[in-house]
């Protein structure tokens, strides 16, 4: 079993590695990849010291898997280049995710469709991943007929560098050369990544088109507003969901309570519900704020927290290539 972390050095690839430690992946040999500048370099992980390599000396060596997180040119240009050299790659960019040949992934729900001869498989965005976990057992039972979603998203979802600049202004500095075009600290910034021709951001537009897909239902209806908020530790949601069953408060409880991935912190008589700090290093997705929508019938509100570098990236691709292993989707 030869296993590749491509962009291993990032903030989401040492992720990565940190979930395939604790989740025990086993594998023979680990090939630690990274941008040319990067090559070389040495990384200890695990009782072991690596070199981390570069892209075609990668490909060379065929691994079995090869989890990217290098953004989306990267994949681009790499990702078929890795899969005709026989390898399966399980991509963290948006670059695949919305192409009708590849299968965008969260194992817990649509895992049962990947077939051995899918080559490049796209890992679903951390907004869109959190959402459909919480949302998926009941969609099951009741049929979401539309989504309303409100993101608060950590800095971490744009890389060190927004973090860096958070706690640099943080720190009482000012910083000209950030990610962000405005001041993030103390400030709320309600634009994630850019601006498209129907004035929603293109990470809005994901979490719409990309819940589709994942549900394998163009049905639904979903608007989304995502911000950026300076917190690190997960995103947060906000979802009024409607659907076009009747539903039972009780029965969504015990649907959440026993659904794979899911924790119910819901008890406002004790200001319990999910936060950021309480979801930074887990895998599981929290929800809370459980309520009726006042306002029309069969509509939902929830509160939806997770870790975005965790089961928003990092361990849903570590799921996707332990479900190919365990499944025998891999030659």
């Known amino acids: 079993m030869k296993l590749a972390v491509v962009g291993a050095t990032g903030l989401v690839g040492s992720e990565i ?3 395939l430690q604790e989740r025990n992946f086993k594998y023979d040999e ?3 990849v990274a941008s040319e500048r990067s090559a070389g370099k040495k990384v200890d992980y695990n009782g072991k010291t690596y070199t981390v390599i570069g892209m075609e ?5 065929k691994p079995h898997i090869a989890i ?6 990267t994949s681009l240009e790499w990702a078929p280049r890795f899969a005709e050299a026989g390898t399966i790659v399980v991509d963290n960019s948006s670059a695949w995710r919305m192409n009708p040949k590849n299968k965008l992934v969260v194992p817990e729900i649509n895992g049962d469709t990947l077939r051995i001869d899918d080559r490049v498989i796209a890992n679903p965005n951390c907004s869109t991943i959190q959402m459909v976990i919480a949302l998926a057992p009941l969609h099951a039972k009741y049929k979401a007929k539309r989504i309303v979603v409100s993101t608060y998203q950590s800095v971490t979802g744009t890389g060190k ?3 860096d600049q958070l706690m640099a202004e943080r720190a009482g500095q000012t910083v000209t050369d950030g990610p962000y075009p405005y001041q993030i600290d103390l400030n709320v910034l309600p634009q994630i990544d850019v601006f498209m021709d129907n004035g929603y951001t293109k990470e809005e537009m994901k979490m719409v088109n990309e819940t589709m897909k994942i549900f394998g239902d163009d049905s639904i209806k979903v608007t989304a507003t995502a911000v950026r908020i300076p917190v690190m530790g997960g995103h947060s949601e906000s979802v009024n969901v409607e659907f076009e069953s009747e539903y039972d408060m009780e029965e969504v ?3 959440l309570s026993n659904a794979p991935g899911v924790v119910l912190v819901d008890d406002p008589a004790n200001k ?6 309480d979801a930074h290093g887990k895998d599981e997705v929290l929800v809370g704020r459980l309520r009726r929508d006042e306002t029309q019938p069969k509509t939902l509100n929830m509160w939806i927290v997770a870790d975005n570098l965790r089961k928003g990236a ?3 691709a570590v799921q996707i290539a332990e479900y190919l292993k365990e499944n025998n989707l891999i030659y």
């Open 17 to 19: 590695l940190k979930v």
């Open 30 to 32: 680990l090939y630690l």
């Open 57 to 61: 000396e990668a490909v060379a060596k």
């Open 68 to 73: 990217f997180s290098a953004g989306g040119g």
């Open 161 to 163: 560098a927004a973090v």
């Open 253 to 255: 409880r015990r649907l």
């Open 272 to 277: 319990k519900y999910p936060m950021p700090k």
């Open 314 to 316: 990092a361990t849903n």
